[in-house]
């Protein structure tokens, strides 16, 4: 039973919902534990394409790791809530076989942000304010910010956020790469619903072959193009590929998810 986030589903896409306003969502080690569990739970499930996370209320999307449970901690517990957040939650997010998206209404500071930027993709309404303020707490990001947010927005500017620890705005944050689109807020859900019934169009196969793919070239660990190479060619075996070849030869339209 989850106490700190709220899950739904809407045909075939998943709502995260983090369900703490009264901290402005701020993320715990239980609400981690509860996230963790809920986008397992969509991972396995077929009949979900698309999985959103979001804040609840109007001000905030999330403001942070909760900086009351984590003011005591010791070296040791520190380092542990930087792993134990990374693995349970953000790398795993961005490692999804399917794509997530955040939905970001409100502030996006610290934590928040770097769980926006672990999503695959970033939609912002107008009154959403980004930053990584944790220099004036005396700590830095843990949770894959000094690295995930250069490489949306480059060096330059990620040493200014990160450095001044200011928010900028959803407008600002579109200019630099940091989110794809912005839109008013009462817009916000159905231009996220409009963008995941693009993607529920396609093979759920291919999106995940092209997920891994992609994070695969910024992996130093990987060569990007020879996944690709192998995940390319792994698609050919596939059930979907004959499926979308066929419709288009068909002149049709192919029906993944029938
Ligand atoms: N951790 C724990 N609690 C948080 C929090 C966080 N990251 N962010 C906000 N809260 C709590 C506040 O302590 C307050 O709780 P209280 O009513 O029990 O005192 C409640 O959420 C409302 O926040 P408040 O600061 O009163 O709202 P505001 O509108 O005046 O300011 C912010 C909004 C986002 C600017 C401000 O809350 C803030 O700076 N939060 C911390 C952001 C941060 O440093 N994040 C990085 C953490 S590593």
Redesign the pocket.
Known sequence: MSQNIIVEREGQVGWIIINRP???N?LNRNTISELNKALSDFREDPTIGVVCITGSGE??FV???????FAEYTVAEGGALALHGQQRLFDFIEQMNKPVIAVVNG?A????LELAMACHIRIASSNARMGL??V??G?IPGYGGTQRLPLLVGRGRANQLIFTGEMIGAEQAKEWGLVNTVVEPTELKSSVLSLASKILKNSPNAIDKAIQSVNAGFDSRQNGYDVEIQSFASCFGTREFILGTQAFLKKEKANFRG
């Open positions: 009264d901290q402005l701020a001000k905030s403001a942070g790791a909760d900086i009351k449970e502030f500071l610290g934590g928040g303020p944790e004036s707490l700590v």
